[in-house]
């Protein structure tokens, strides 16, 4: 589904490009003209498809915490029914010995199972997360590589248009040069 997605916004940017190639240059400089509502859909389909990584991870924060939560409040409750089952048992003596021993036991498994399930929460949101980071990752150095070609292939355009307009300014400067000459004359 990501690829289907960074497929697409490889297709909108080559779309950019495309309109940029085809753009009329403006005469005397290195500007073009492009029709902006064309650029500003593009752009917009663009944002678009973006933000869901951006929402996934909020989800992944979201359910990170969820867990966390319900870990707690089963920890709670199993403690709090390990301290109500430990009340229940004093007794007799020997009764209420073995009472305070299970009662530790069932706090300390409680507390056990907390750790764990907290550790497992943790671990599964940190591994989300990871995969949410690496994908959006991706889809940067991507779109970065492809504004940096673009980049290149402008700055070359633009080294030739300049190089092409030098060559006929020199042949405007001769062809004055020629036309004082021959006044002089």
Same mark, same amino acid.
């Given at each position: 589904?990501?690829?289907?997605?960074?497929?697409?916004?490889?297709d909108l940017l080559s779309?950019?490009?495309?309109?940029?190639?085809?753009?009329?240059?403006?005469?005397?400089?290195?500007?073009?003209?492009?029709?902006?509502?064309?650029?500003?859909?593009?752009?917009?389909?663009?944002?678009?498809?973006?933000?869901? /990584?951006? #929402?996934? *991870?909020?989800? !992944?924060? =979201?359910?990170?915490?969820?867990?966390? &939560?319900? $870990? +707690?409040? @089963?920890?709670?409750?199993?403690?709090?029914?390990? /301290?109500? #089952?430990? *009340?229940?048992? !004093?007794? =007799?003596?020997?009764?209420?010995?073995? &009472?305070? $021993? +299970?009662? @530790?036991?069932?706090?300390?498994?409680?507390?056990?199972?907390?750790?764990?399930?907290?550790?497992?929460?943790?671990?599964?949101?940190?591994?989300?997360?990871?995969?949410?980071? @690496?994908?959006?990752?991706?889809?940067?150095?991507?779109?970065?590589?492809?504004?940096?070609?673009?980049?290149?292939?402008?700055?070359?355009?633009?080294?030739?248009?300049?190089?092409?307009?030098d060559q006929k300014r020199?042949?405007?400067?001769?062809?004055?040069k020629e036309l004082n000459?021959?006044?002089?004359?």
């Amino acid at each position: 589904m990501a690829v289907d997605r960074q497929v697409e916004i490889e297709d909108l940017l080559s779309s950019i490009d495309e309109i940029l190639e085809q753009a009329k240059a403006v005469p005397f400089s290195d500007k073009v003209m492009v029709e902006r509502a064309e650029i500003l859909e593009i752009t917009k389909e663009i944002r678009l498809r973006l933000p869901t /990584e951006i #929402e996934q *991870s909020k989800w !992944v924060l =979201e359910e990170k915490n969820r867990i966390l &939560a319900d $870990a +707690q409040k @089963e920890a709670d409750a199993k403690i709090a029914a390990a /301290e109500e #089952e430990r *009340s229940n048992m !004093v007794n =007799e003596h020997e009764v209420t010995k073995r &009472a305070y $021993a +299970q009662a @530790e036991e069932i706090v300390e498994a409680s507390k056990k199972v907390a750790r764990d399930m907290k550790i497992g929460a943790k671990e599964y949101a940190d591994d989300l997360l990871q995969q949410v980071d @690496e994908q959006m990752k991706r889809m940067s150095d991507f779109t970065v590589g492809s504004i940096e070609n673009i980049l290149k292939e402008y700055q070359g355009n633009i080294q030739n248009f300049n190089g092409a307009m030098d060559q006929k300014r020199q042949i405007l400067q001769q062809n004055r040069k020629e036309l004082n000459v021959n006044r002089s004359n």
